[in-house]
């Protein structure tokens, strides 16, 4: 692992950057809706149906409740999906990172209660 970066702290900048989205409103609409274009979310078909997803935990961090999947081993290497995505759109990259990192894919409170 990196001098000085532990798991609690990748933990932590995962919720601090989760915590910092708005659902459906990116930081250049809020300063430029008229010049944004409307959010469209990536093709749902593109993505993998079977990629070695494996069971995640849930981490309490400053009052949120974060979840999480780590896969391989190395200097931890967090993955934060955007906006309207969800921590499926890293399904192929995923699998490569994890030959050298100790890959951390973080899915925002927001993503998450969209899927219960």
């Known amino acids: 692992m990196a001098k000085g ?7 932590k900048l995962a919720a601090a950057a989760a915590a910092l989205t708005v659902p459906g409103v990116s930081r ?12 469209v979310a990536p093709p749902q078909a593109a993505l993998p149906k079977d990629w070695g997803e494996v ?5 309490e961090v400053n009052g949120i409740r974060l979840y999480y999947e780590i896969y391989g081993e190395g200097d ?8 309207l995505g969800n921590g499926t759109y890293w399904a192929y ?15 925002t409170p927001a993503a998450e209660a969209a899927k219960t």
């Open 93 to 107: 990259q995923i699998p490569v990172l994890a030959e050298h990192y100790q890959v951390i894919r973080a899915v």
């Open 76 to 83: 931890p290497l967090v993955l934060i999906h955007g906006g």
């Open 5 to 11: 970066i532990t798991r609690r702290d990748s933990l």
């Open 55 to 59: 069971a995640g935990q849930y981490a």
């Open 28 to 39: 250049a609409q809020e300063a430029t809706p008229a010049a944004s274009p409307a959010p």
